[in-house]
């Protein structure tokens, strides 16, 4: 047991908390050792600010639910990734929603500046939906590795420790990524050539 | 292996990557109210018995009819004991047992407190519906033949909230939002907010939840609905 906490949930299993100790946690110690960790990788995947908190909700339902399930052998962090993986991608399924409101949100935007130039914000937000929509087209385990490393600025031995990947697997997946990236960013900029010319 | 340079630190990217990457902003930190809110949803979990986040939604058996006036009539079955399994056939089945009851307009439903208090401090609020609510109730009714395909997508949506909800209550909460402001006065408004109870109660949003039960115990002060609410609401074991 740890720090006089009760492991409620059946079983108790004894979990590593990455720092190699082998202790039983529940899913509010987890919490408390890795929703930096959690809220990072949702972001990363492409989860909406706004949508955050109830998505990082829905992973710790998860983890309540399976936690005994959990293999001790494997590492925390990269057990709660997987599951960061499969909830943000139910969250893409709800991707029209999003893509709803952001159209809400750019056409506010317009409204408030009518009559005006362009507003610096209304460029700046558009400017983060382009890249938000080059991002939607990498796979994800790609995408988490090209975010960090590229806008984040975490280096590759990090990325590899954070993730529980060999480094050799975070090179190459920021090479494939990388490929993707410019590929799905050359689309966006013929599909603009296409319909300005249109 | 060595480490390869960063695109906007002079790596070796076109043009249309580096004008889409200098629009990335930094990642938003988790903030210590949006912290403690989460510990607090989290920690609710922890008193509840695991089986019961497998628990079964009672089954919402949705029977649409044509009467015969061709009138588009909709009727509520929902069992008041758990089904005997969570198979698809067993859910959509209608239920003999179940207690049909005919859709009835209600008068109202209070706007609900605002999904901004949740947000995280740093978000932008969401928007609002795209009609009030207590507005739209009293909407006359759409075209029959508009209303057998709205029914249809509104049985899609409830499924796919149903499906989410023991998994995924955040996700579940999305699509019964989204139904919200799809279908404000839809057919199936009542079982959207059941759901939405359901699904604020696992999210941890109690104040939220009570909020939305009183609404609908509100239009329906005798309804059958009465006890699966409070059943939702641990007034009642399930």
Known sequence: MMGGLRAVHSGGVPISDDAGSSKPLDVAQIHELHADFVWSSLQRLGIHVADLEDTMQDVFVVVHRRLGTFDASSRLSTWLFGICLRVASQYRRKAHRRRERSVLDLERMAGESENEAPDTALLAREAEQRLEQVLDALEPRRRVVFVMFEIESVGCAEIAEQLGLPLGTVYSRLSAARTDFAKAALRLRRQDERRRTA | ?238
Request: contains cysteine; charged residues 25%.
């Open chain 2, 1 to 238: 292996m060595t480490e390869p340079k960063r695109w906007l630190e002079g790596g070796d990217a076109g043009e249309d990557a580096l004008a889409l990457l200098r629009a990335a902003r930094p990642p938003v930190p988790l903030g210590a109210a949006a912290r403690r809110r989460s510990s607090q949803r989290v920690a609710a979990l922890c008193v509840v018995p695991v089986a019961a986040t497998f628990g079964w939604w009672p089954a919402l058996a949705l029977g649409a009819v044509l009467g015969a006036g061709g009138s588009l009539v909709v009727t509520r079955l929902v069992a008041s004991d758990p089904p005997p399994s969570e198979t698809s056939s067993a859910r959509h089945a209608p239920s003999t047992n179940s207690t049909a009851a005919p859709l009835v307009e209600a008068p109202s439903l209070q706007q609900q407190p605002s999904e901004a208090a949740s947000l995280p401090e740093h978000a932008a609020p969401k928007p609002a519906p795209t009609a009030p609510v207590a507005a739209t109730l009293a909407a006359p009714p759409v075209p029959e033949s508009d209303s057998a395909d709205a029914l249809q997508q509104e049985i899609r949506l409830l499924e796919q909230a149903r499906r989410d909800l023991a998994s995924s209550p955040g996700a579940a909460r999305l699509t019964l939002l989204d139904h919200e402001r799809r279908f404000p006065t839809g057919h199936l408004r009542i079982e959207r907010e059941l759901l939405l109870v359901d699904a604020l109660v696992r999210l941890g949003r109690r104040t939220e939840a009570e909020a939305r039960a009183a609404s609908l115990e509100r239009q329906n002060p005798n309804s059958l609905y009465r006890e699966r609410l409070d059943q939702i609401l641990g007034k009642l074991p399930k």
